[in-house]
């Protein structure tokens, strides 16, 4: 499972990398942040013991309009970026990250807010002998994303500049394994940036055509391994496929509506447990374990990349399990005009049930 972690990041990070067209400006940054650890959970609250610091060190590349998607996001960056996070206890560890990063600009370019996305590796997880205690992580590796709203000035000293402002960090194994209660860390920064270059190429201003396309259909298969949170229950396969219906809106974004039919196999082991441990709850070991969900959703069209966002509830739901809602969020990359893949978090609300590995075909 690790392997496949990732391999899929690297994939993700290298079609991030390659789909833009090569510019002639990039810069560094290094940010120090320092801060507190949310208490998102009450099953984290002896984790919290201090005052959580670190630093994340960036590469970015600017873009100037080369290709069109590029003006109408107001000319982002793009880049990799690797932090390290002393998490301040013994028992949780150390956290150090890998992602693939946007920046975006508002308010003359004064303004930058980031959207990271990338994998984690943490020093001390959940071990039943050992460190039982760690009941954040109960993996190694852990998926991570973080936010970052700066306010930004370039070039105050020759190639130096500042920016300050404040981070979110959130590192989870989005319940492949238990335990996984989670970290949420609020931070604030300061950090210093290098241009390699003397200075920024003009920006290109384009008319941008208005794009329209019919209602498209979409079929897709979704896979990947997962566990109640009962710690010991053990790793089982998901299955769920899709279809649904899109309507492209503008150039940036489309929405959707369709319906999901889950296969989780966890629940199938979840519901025997519960008929034989648990008889107060009066679980029938015969329960179906499958579930089918209608859902509205949005994508965010980036270039080859999109952001996809869906809301569901779940119409047929005969074990009850975190609730009749579900949300879904992901990135997708398109190959070609019809096909794409997708790597996607479904949750209740805010705890996590799986992440999604799918492929899928839009017609």
């Given at each position: ?20 067209e090569n510019t002639s ?241 966890f629940l199938k082991e ?52 975190e609730g009749r809602t ?38």
């Open positions: 499972m690790k392997q496949k972690f990732i391999l899929l990041f690297c994939i993700a990070l290298s079609s991030v990398l390659r789909s833009q400006a990039s810069f560094f940054d290094v940010n120090y942040f320092g801060g507190n650890i949310a208490l998102h959970n009450k099953n984290i609250l002896h984790l919290i013991q201090g005052h959580p610091e670190g630093v994340i060190i960036g590469w970015n590349k600017k873009t100037f309009g080369e290709q069109d998607w590029q003006q109408g996001y107001n000319y982002p960056d793009y880049g990799v970026s690797f932090s390290y996070q002393d998490l301040k206890n013994e028992t949780l560890g150390n956290n150090f990250a890998l992602y693939a990063h946007y920046n975006f600009y508002f308010f003359k370019r004064r303004l930058l807010f980031r959207v990271g996305q990338g994998l984690a590796y943490n020093t001390n997880p959940y071990d039943k002998y050992t460190n039982y205690k760690n009941t954040a992580f109960g993996t190694t590796l852990l998926s991570s994303t973080y936010f970052m709203l700066n306010y930004k000035r370039e070039r105050i000293f020759g190639r130096f500049g500042l920016q300050a402002g404040a981070s979110v960090i959130h590192y989870s194994n989005a319940n492949v394994k238990a335990p996984n209660a989670s970290i949420n860390s609020l931070l604030l920064n300061v950090g210093l940036t290098y241009n390699l270059d003397e200075a920024d190429p003009e920006y290109i201003y384009k008319d941008q055509e208005k794009v329209t396309e019919p209602i498209k259909f979409n079929f897709a298969f979704r896979s990947g391994l997962n566990e109640s949170d009962l710690i010991g229950m053990g790793q089982f396969p998901f299955y769920v496929v899709s279809a649904y219906a899109d309507k492209r809106l503008s150039r940036k974004s489309a929405v959707q509506f369709g319906t999901d039919i889950f296969f989780s196999n979840l519901i025997a447990f519960k008929a034989v441990a648990f008889p107060e709850e009066r679980v029938d070991p015969d329960t179906d374990y499958k579930r089918v969900g209608l859902f509205a959703g949005h994508e965010l069209f980036i270039n080859k990349m999109s952001v996809e966002t869906q809301f569901g509830y779940y119409v047929y739901y005969p074990f009850d399990f579900y949300l879904r969020i992901g990135l997708k990359r398109y190959f070609g005009e019809k096909w794409f893949g997708a790597i996607t978090l479904k949750s209740h609300g805010a705890k996590a049930e799986c992440v999604e590995f799918g492929v899928g075909i839009r017609i």
